[in-house]
């Protein structure tokens, strides 16, 4: 009885240590809060509400309104932040560009003005795209890390899978972000992306897990 008490005991204090080594090294609301408020994670925000639909999610002119300006190069180009900031604030005009590029000011604070111009050093970078988007949708769960130690994580049951561990192939991984963990047979703590990313977007984030394995597509 003695012994069997004791074995209990040892059981339970293992389970503890998992439990406390769990939250131990789950993202703390600092960590989260110092990786996500980086501009250039807040102009991924920016740059997808206010300038993705003519300069293209890559910033290669490829946005869906760019047709109706067929004669206009809508390709972001490398230029100093000075530039940028001149472009946004002022339009095309004040740079000796096209007049269909609107003056921002009064609609962007300054600091999605500097956030963005932050985003457009990474725009081309499909893994530093692929990382704005991990940041700014998945971390919660999925952790800073990829590891499942988002600070929500311990809601979920099973928890969100450790990406780093992922023994899944993109095809895979594409199809489950697009239709969720219930569509696939899995938690249906995971849900359906479809509507939120585009097809850019996932690609964006199998680059950076692929980045991680060093398969990038």
Known sequence: MFRAKRTLAAVMALQFAAMASFAIAQDT??????????????????????CGLCHGERGDGMGRAAKL?????????????????????QGGLAVGGSAYMPPWQAELSDEQI???????????????RGEVVYKTNCVLCHGI???GKGRAASLFHPPP??????????EYKAAIIRLGGVEMGRSSGMPPWEERLS????HDLLNLEGQRRGTKL
């Open 199 to 202: 097809d850019v977007e996932i």
């Open 161 to 170: 899978v450790d990406l780093t561990r992922s023994d899944k192939d993109d």
């Open 69 to 89: 300006y067929a004669e206009l190069h809508l390709t972001i180009t490398p230029h100093p932040p000075e530039y940028y900031e001149k472009i946004i604030r």
């Open 145 to 147: 890390h990829g590891d």
């Open 29 to 50: 609301k600092e960590s989260v809060n110092r990786e996500t408020s980086k501009p250039v994670f807040r102009g991924g925000i920016v740059f997808k509400a206010y």
């Open 114 to 128: 500097g956030d963005v111009i932050a985003y457009l050093t990474v725009v081309g970078d499909t893994v530093r």
